[in-house]
Nanobody, 120 residues
Framework: QVQLMESGGGLQQAGESLRLSCAAS????????MGWYRQLPGKQRELVAT???????HYGDDVKGRFTISRDNAEKTATLQMNSLKPEDTGVYYC??????????????WGQGTQVTVSS
C-alpha cells in the first residue's frame, strides 16, 4: 500500500509565501514523477508543477517564476515553494506521484489535498 501525505498550506496574504510538502510512504520500489496539481473554485484540476527523478521540472503557465518544486529522492518527498501568492491561487492543492510498487505495478497516486487560501 502507498500513501502520499501532504502538509503545509493554510491562509496567507497576497504577496507572501507558503510551502507545501508531500511525503510518500509504503511499498515503494521506485518513485517516478512527483507533482502538484490544484483545483480552483469552480474549475477543473490543473497542473501546478512536476519534477522527475533526475530533477527536470515543468510548471503551469500561471505559476512560472513564482512557484518552485523540488524533491528529495532519499526521503521520498516533494516540496512546493509558493512565492508572490495571489488571491487567484486559492484552491485545494493535491500531491501526485507515479510509483512502481514491489509488486511491479506502476500507478498514479494522490494525496488527500490541502487548502491554500490567499487573501487580498
Amino acid at each position: 500500500q502507498v500513501q502520499l501525505m501532504e502538509s503545509g498550506g493554510g491562509l496567507q496574504q497576497a504577496g507572501e509565501s507558503l510551502r507545501l510538502s508531500c511525503a510518500a510512504s509504503g511499498e515503494i520500489f521506485k518513485l517516478h514523477t512527483m507533482g502538484w496539481y490544484r483545483q480552483l473554485p469552480g474549475k477543473q484540476r490543473e497542473l501546478v508543477a512536476t519534477i522527475v527523478s533526475t530533477g527536470t521540472t515543468h510548471y503551469g503557465d500561471d505559476v512560472k517564476g513564482r512557484f518552485t518544486i523540488s524533491r528529495d529522492n532519499a526521503e521520498k518527498t516533494a516540496t512546493l515553494q509558493m512565492n508572490s501568492l495571489k488571491p487567484e491561487d486559492t484552491g485545494v492543492y493535491y500531491c501526485n506521484a507515479q510509483i512502481t510498487t514491489y509488486s511491479a505495478r506502476t500507478s498514479d497516486y494522490w494525496g488527500q489535498g490541502t487548502q491554500v487560501t490567499v487573501s487580498s
